[in-house]
């Protein structure tokens, strides 16, 4: 099986090493090259065509959000994961906006960031566990075009479907559930699964961030 190529974008050559060391232990993964500015990796994009692109931020001359912008003007299906240290949101949102599809902080241990590779491979995106979902609203923000097509989804729920999709986006586990609402946890699975897959969703995460986008929960009750 042919290992998937990773370009490492950083300006600090030990945390390239240290990266380039992980990549290449793992069995699925080799670095294909490494750059210590946007401007270098931007050129180096066009002859490697990388499976995948770590990017840090705060790069010298243009920015890591300048070279997500560039790179995917030349890659439109370039996977971009950034590992930063930034730690704010507006920043994240915009390295998003132009083309990342993931993001990992730098403290992150070896099985969280090839996990986060793996994911952006699968064609998903990756948002580190520590980041609060006031980030991923501002990262929905960009999205508004499919907000109404959301809320149509939405009004397809049951009643009883819709009361339980609060419940768990609140937090709530199955059992809890099922004593609020005098039902048994069976019952709430099978609501929880109906619900699901009428909004075309598959983890509690997208559940959230669906509840984000049509504000039906409070974002600020889940910040850390």
Avoid at 98 to 117: C, D, F, N, P, Q
Avoid at 146 to 164: D, G, M, N, V, W
Avoid at 191 to 220: F, Q
């Amino acid at each position: 099986m042919r290992k998937k190529r990773v370009l490492i974008v950083d300006d600090h050559p030990l945390f390239r090493e240290g990266l380039k060391s992980l990549i290449n232990r793992s069995l699925e993964y080799v670095s294909a090259g490494e750059a210590g500015s946007a401007e270098d990796a931007i050129a180096m994009v066009a002859d490697l065509k990388p499976d995948l692109i770590t990017m840090d931020i705060s790069l010298p001359g243009k920015s890591g959000i300048d070279a997500c912008r560039e790179i995917t003007r030349q890659l439109p299906n370039a996977q971009i994961l950034i590992v930063s240290m930034h730690p704010k949101f507006e920043f994240i949102a915009e390295a998003f906006k132009a083309g990342a599809r993931g993001y990992v902080v730098k403290e992150a241990t070896s099985s969280r960031l090839i996990e986060a590779m793996d994911t952006l491979l699968r064609g998903e995106m990756y948002l580190d566990g520590g980041i609060s979902v006031e980030i991923i609203a501002k990262l929905m923000g960009s999205n508004n075009e499919k907000a109404s097509s959301e809320e149509e989804s939405y009004e397809l729920l049951t009643p009883r479907e819709q009361q339980i999709m609060r419940l768990i986006v609140e937090g709530h586990t199955t059992k809890a559930i099922a004593t609020q609402l005098d039902l048994s946890p069976k019952t709430v699975e099978n609501h929880r699964a109906n619900l699901m897959k009428k909004l075309d969703v598959h983890s509690k995460m997208e559940l959230v961030r669906y509840a984000v986008k049509l504000g039906l929960i409070d974002v600020e009750q889940w910040k850390e």
